[in-house]
């Protein structure tokens, strides 16, 4: 990648401040009369550091610092929302939370997305981005190359990445609708009748729906990434697997992944956090928003509900630090389970 | 720490790019690839067939992509009774009044000129407070400039619907709930974290001399921020430009909880989500579609001018 030249010149950026800083503090100790300019450049200095950081900081103190750090003080609350007293109830939240029946499976559903989803949407990406890349390999002179028509491959499959989430949902609701969704119709089109189904309206079927899409979506940003990741790689590695013999499937798991490990991993991370959310998808596409039957009910949505139908901000609170734990516990399993000591570099 | 390296996306992207170029040469039809490509070591008989399948997936997956997409835009200029007469059947006579009746009727329009108003607000404030606070943490010690560092990028990690029920009530005490300024302001806080981290790296890669040189000219640190730095970080700035573009026009859930009083105030995916709902009860699917196509279209078309910018900005935060 062409990143050397930045790598090697950020920790020299880094080290050094601001070199009239680093003569100020020489000088300033000195005494007064010595250290004055130098002084007075230092005040000058911090005001402007102080100014430049002032309408960001306040902004962000406010508006997320603070109801971040709001959420653990509500959740050890009864507060409704509606009225400005509650009291404090301790850890009572918690405790109604291990036995509220709609809170555990709308855990469980972000349990099965958190499993299912990065590993299809990153295992479709990596296949897609492998025969982009490298698997149309051993044709003409080219030792490694794409299949023909890659950056058109690239562009099409990125399309669902641009759409808001909102337009997804919309658009899928209506591939979706069991009179006249696209779904159905091409079923019966090519004669399939048999398996049209009311799929939104199936609780064994919608939650496995809402997946299809979030993988729907999210597939095309993963063959980008991996391509971009694939496209550093020195072509001579690839040649000399090549006449060492390596046929494809070597090649894909010996050389190509080992050597965007870390790529995959900050998306699987990624991804993993996309499954916890699962917000919008589950709210504008799903009957009764989680339904039917609660069959896709996810943290977040049930959170919402609470808060903002059921007049309960406290105890939302404390599914969103449930959610919090759960997102905190993902990453850092995420990253230990990907660490590993012998990194190639190239 | 992962630390997004900007300057080194592009080079990989359009390493890509160029090696797409390359191919045409070798290129078969687009039918499907020749039997004889077979290399020249390796690959026993099952390669053709493998290379076949693996093809067709790749179409499979360009038409499972795309269909969606277009057929709404198709069903958009169908008439209801069209649409429930069969879903695929293409449309008799391009029925544009849908459009109009989603532009107008249905307030596409209005919620368009909404998302607009808030998202040009926003986008200009982030990079302006995002590129300030990242200038000055990436190039100034000062006591707690780490802390800060921290704060912000550690607001990556958090999801936003946990703080949504606080902010709710902070939003309100501040008389900021349902204002379009606002929302404004929620979107700048938390388009931050991302910006100051991707734009804090990006100032480190900065030559140090070219600043120096400004401040021996006589120029203010303000001054050389705006004239000098800034200009030089072009790159960086366009590429967290389209992400928090992108990131803020798409955005769902703070509208939805923030920006509830009046109808004719919603954003574009509020209004969209809203008019799928009542669009289904009035049956009038045609102007559903109109409208999907209506918020779908603009993003599409200037991905497509722009793909190679938005696919680098997008995954610029992944990429090391």
Redesign the interface.
Known sequence: MAGESATAGSPAATAKGPVPVAGAVGKGGGGRRAGNPARRRRLAEYRFVAGFLAAPVALYAVLVVSPFLQTFYYSLTDWTGYTADFSMVGLANYARLLEDELFLTALWHNVVLLLVLPLVTLGLGLFFSFMLNVGGRRRGGAVVGGVGGSRFYKVVYFFPQVLSVAIVAVLWQYVYSPTDGLLNGVLSGVGLESLEQNWLGDPDLAMACVMAVMVWANVGFYVVLFSAAMASVPREIYEAALLDGAGRATTFFRVTLPLIRDTVQTGWVYMGIMALDAFAYVYIMTTNQGGPDNSTLVLPVYLYKRAFRDGQAGYATAVGVALLAVTMVFAVAAMALGRRRDRIEF | M??A?P???P???E???R??????????A?GG?APA???????GPG?GA??LL??G??VL??V??????L??VMTSFKTSEQ??E???SLPDALHFENWSRAWQTADMGQYFLNSAVVVAGSLAGTML??S??A??L?????PGNRL?YF??VG?M???V??????????MKN?SLLNTAHGLV??Y???S??FT?FFMT?FF?????SV??AA?IDGA???RT?FQVMLPMAKPGLVSVGIFNF?GQ?????LP??LNVENEDEQL???G??A??VSQGYDGD?AG??AG?TL??LP??V???VF?RQ???G??AG???
């Not at chain 2, 090696?19 to 078969?28: C, S, V, Y």
């Not at chain 2, 480190?204 to 140090?208: A, K, N």
Request: proline share 7%; hydrophobic share 60%; charged share 10%.
């Open positions: 992962t630390t390296e300057a080194g996306l080079a990989a992207t390493k890509a790019a090696r797409d170029g390359a191919a045409p040469g070798r290129a078969a687009p690839p490509r077979r290399g020249p070591r390796g690959g390669e493998l290379d693996s093809h997936f790749l997956w360009a499972l992509a795309a269909g969606p997409l057929w709404a649409i429930l069969s879903p695929w407070l995002g300030m606070a200038y000055v990436a190039r100034f010690t000062f800060l704060l912000f607001g990690s958090f999801p619907i946990m703080a949504i029920v606080p902010l709710f009530f902070v501040l302001l929620v700048i806080a938390y931050l974290p100051v790296s480190r890669t900065l030559p140090q600043a120096e401040m203010s640190h303000t921020f992108l026009w798409n955005q769902y859930l939805l909880a574009l995916t509020q969209l989500a008019l799928a699917w559903l579609f999907l918020a779908m993003v599409l200037v991905y497509v793909q938005v696919q680098a997008l995954t992944a990429l090391k």
